[in-house]
């Protein structure tokens, strides 16, 4: 009975044996294939970013073949970008990302609370609908919408004679006004999920300890709110910072901004031959976006902490 039993105990633990090699070696066969899903990122990594980068690169430290001796290695383009009207309109676009960014974090945020707080949901919902769509509205379309209702000949110039008071659309100020009307939807919308993960419970502890809404704010919903309004701010600093169409569209070359120097460089409209250089400055505005991400992602990662 006893040597039944044992052989009965020792098949059982084969077959249970058996059994978790077979999962084992299923796991294994899971992980070495599990990359495979990830193939087409890649691949369209590598073409949309990678083959754009480095041809950027290449071009940002050669000389251009129609050059004496052709092709060859040169840190030229990258000085010259970085002086001169090159280097005036880098600072400009930086001056104008971080003026405008400001300014739309300050305003977003009231909006976005409202947006949290109201009791309203077709409020709620139309607001962040609208967000959406104005958040993505630029180029020629925005550039028009503005020229014809703030420009020189616009309706609200002329109804309320603007042009005597000094405004003018056309400047620094008024590429800012345009720039916030899509940069502050954006910032409702990056702003409304970290306002949705305050927690009621803290406002109520606050209001128990004798703290009024201003002291909760300082003390309480603004630190823990504070990695996601950085982060907020960083987003709209580059989207700002790679603007193209609208400031084209609506100033030209009135305000100096690196990427109408690299459309000028590139189309020849100044100097002829400039192409390297715009690429040069191209690699100048990656390191300036590759920056915000830099700083962007751990704000990220340390408001998910607080408000998950």
């Known amino acids: 009975m006893s040597t039944v039993q044992t052989a009965r105990g020792s098949s059982r633990t084969r077959s249970f044996g058996n059994r978790a090699g077979l999962g084992s070696a ?19 990594t590598t073409v949309v970013f990678g083959l754009v980068l ?11 073949q129609s050059a004496p001796g052709g092709a060859r290695l040169t840190g030229a383009n990258m000085s010259s970008s970085l002086r001169g009207p090159y280097l005036t309109a880098l600072l400009g676009s930086v001056k104008l990302s971080a003026v ?17 707080t109201s009791r309203f949901r077709a409020l709620r919902e139309a607001v962040l609908a609208g967000s959406g769509v104005l958040a993505n509205f630029g180029g020629v379309p925005l550039a028009f919408a ?26 620094f100020w008024g590429l800012t006004l345009v720039y916030l009307y899509f940069l502050v ?15 009621r419970q803290w406002r109520e502890a606050a209001r128990n300890n004798g703290a009024n809404a201003f002291q909760y704010w300082t003390h309480v919903a603004l630190p823990v709110l504070m990695p996601s309004l950085l982060g907020g701010y960083v987003l709209l ?17 009135s305000v100096p901004l690196v990427t109408m120097q690299i ?13 390297n250089i715009a690429l040069a400055l191209g690699v100048d505005m990656v390191l300036v976006a590759g920056l915000v991400m830099a700083i962007q992602l751990p704000l990220q990662r340390r408001s998910a902490r607080w408000l998950a």
């Open 54 to 64: 480095g041809t950027m690169l290449f071009g940002a430290f050669t000389t251009p």
């Open 185 to 199: 939807p954006l910032m409702v919308l990056t702003l409304t999920p970290a306002l949705e993960g305050l927690r």
């Open 26 to 44: 299923r796991r294994r066969v899971t992980r070495s294939t599990g990359w495979l899903g990830a193939v087409p990122l890649i691949v369209f």
């Open 146 to 171: 503005f020229v014809a209702t703030l420009g020189n000949a616009g309706v609200l110039t002329s109804r309320f004679n603007l042009l005597s008071h000094g405004w003018s659309l056309y400047g």
């Open 237 to 253: 600093f580059g989207t700002a910072f790679s603007a193209y169409a609208t400031a084209a569209a609506m100033v030209g070359s």
């Open 263 to 275: 459309a000028d460089a590139l189309s020849g409209n100044v100097l002829v031959g400039q192409g």
């Open 100 to 116: 405008s960014a400001l300014i739309a974090t300050v305003v977003g945020l009231p909006i976005a609370h409202v947006v949290v």
